[in-house]
């Protein structure tokens, strides 16, 4: 099993990129980790002996984190995450991973690594929190900005295959994301992948609120681009908010200090609970091959969720199995 | 000035509805409270004598918080919202109240009420609670799920209009829902508005994230009713969540226990703040009239809230300005 990772995109590339290689390098030593980027500076972060099974494959460009994607794509064809998806759609490698510009990974995706046949368009994966901790999958969240109705149908059977075959479970519910639960409601991409969605092979629950989500009401939730990530943002927006008035209210008087310190570790891991950074790396699915997009402040630990998640999917045959469902193949 | 009260629709009508009207009249004689609704039932309800500048219209029927809109407005002729709308189309109100059905009351403004002239269609507008308390006028956040370009250009005018006359905002910051803050960020329909918007006679400020909305970095917030109705129940539903689990976290230890017990009154505050029911009605704008949806759980505090905004509505000259600007009456 190869899996390639841009060890210069992100905040902390390559320090903390290469560091968190070389631990998971050194925990699953049936990996094969191609480290892609400039030499120097990779080797640079590198202690002691490397592993045997990480490999240093040179890219001497980098694409920056606010640089027009295609553009940058087009041009920076020796950029390290161009050469990383160049080593997946040449078969060198069965994943990618990067911590470096979204659009760019996600143009790398579509344009370097390519669609698997009959995919029309590829989808950003999050893991969405949950009360319950379980999580929500939720797709597209932003790789594709004008969706149709086809491609929502796409999304609900590639999430169902993500969360049967990589995280194990049986029939997964689907719900579409809509502003009301009744069969009739929304805007017209709405009711007309409703239809698709009863039609298809999967368990679709029918609509579902944004606002009911938290509270693991189903299981993949698919959505359009543009309405996904104004979801997933206003869910980073509102927390954000609540955890700083919060922070602003228990430290505004002394007594209140006291309440906060006996709080602190509770506080901590309700704020952990709510940051999905924590929930792993996001897949580009159905992009034929591995893509991940880790978040842009990853740091040793984050790289290695990132790697184990790559290899539980290449291990569940995730995208043989999109391709076998979409394709026929 | 004449003020129309569906005085049956809501969860706690009519008894909390009379009851706000009631203290609303006393507070504001020079206003004349038309309640309307079964006779009998809303007179149940007044205690002692009935101030003079209150009138009761009768209305046999009422339209269900669960019936389907259309059908209900068509069919329900005699019903306590469409009497009431019937009074503003007719000129003998200026603004109708409901804390009923939503999706009915919409309709009662588009199929009784009537739009303003060269309005397309009417907008739902909220008031979104912000860190500074300020707030940001947001609109359409649900009366219309199909957006085109040029109806996000009425909103911003409207909103602007809003802004600048109703709360004397000056030169309000116009900011359009997007997925990024670039000027080509989005999807097709956000491309064709930002163009639009740039064009317009409004101080707009570009695209803005729904993760800053709360930071308070525009004033009016242009969306087109799908996005914005996902952006309005993720809010709800992630402060819900967070408010349930900090719960959760304060009663779980006998110290937890003693730490809220300091914070009880803050935590209320902060949990107020973050309620949008708190920030008075929503209106309808668009319609030729005033008609402003109430929460359905309205009590007499939120009736009355709701009858001081549309007398302040009312006085700015908010619904001629409106068509002034639109059609250039």
Tied chains: 1, 2.
């Excluded at 390098?25 to 191609?34: F, M, N, T, V």
């Excluded at 039609?199 to 609509?207: D, E, K, S, V, W």
């Excluded at 200090?257 to 509770?266: D, F, M, T, V």
């Excluded at 995730?318 to 979409?326: D, G, Q």
């Amino acid at each position: 099993m190869r899996i390639a990772i841009d060890a210069m995109g992100g905040d902390h590339a390559p320090a903390l990129i290469v560091k968190g290689a070389l631990e998971a390098a050194r925990e699953w030593p049936d990996i094969q980790l191609l480290l892609v980027g400039d030499t120097p500076r990779i080797e640079e972060h590198i202690e002691g002996t490397m592993p045997s099974n990480v490999k240093i494959i040179h890219a001497s460009d980098v694409i920056g984190p606010d640089e027009e994607p295609v553009k940058a794509v087009r041009r920076k064809k020796d950029s390290s995450m161009v050469v990383a998806g160049r080593l997946v759609r040449e078969g060198q490698a069965e994943a990618m991973l990067s911590a470096g510009n979204t659009g760019a990974l996600m143009t790398t995706g579509l344009l370097v690594v390519g669609r698997i046949e009959g995919i029309e368009r590829p989808a950003l994966v999050y893991m969405l929190p949950t009360i319950d901790d379980v999580g929500v999958l939720a797709l597209d969240l932003g790789a594709n900005m004008d969706a149709k109705p086809e491609h929502l149908l796409q999304y609900a059977i590639m999430g169902s295959i993500y969360r049967t075959k990589v995280q194990g479970l049986k029939n997964p519910r689907v719900g579409l994301l809509n502003v009301g639960t009744e069969a009739m409601k929304g805007n017209e991409l709405s009711k007309a992948a409703y239809s698709l969605l009863e039609a298809a092979p999967i368990h679709f629950i029918g609509n579902v609120e944004s606002r009911d989500v938290l509270a693991h009401n189903c299981d993949v939730l698919v959505c359009d681009g543009f309405a996904g990530n104004i979801m997933l943002k206003t869910m980073e927006g509102t927390a954000g908010m609540l955890f700083s008035t919060l922070k602003e209210t228990l430290t505004s008087s002394f007594v209140n200090k006291i309440a906060a310190s006996i709080l602190r570790s509770s506080m901590q891991k309700l704020r952990k609970k709510m940051d999905y950074k924590e929930h792993g790396g996001a897949p580009l699915l159905g992009v034929n091959g591995l893509v991940i997009k880790c978040h842009g402040s990853s740091d040793i630990k984050a790289v290695k969720n990132g790697v184990r998640q790559a290899k539980i999917a290449i291990e569940s045959q995730l995208i043989p199995s999109i391709a076998a469902e979409i394709s026929g193949k």
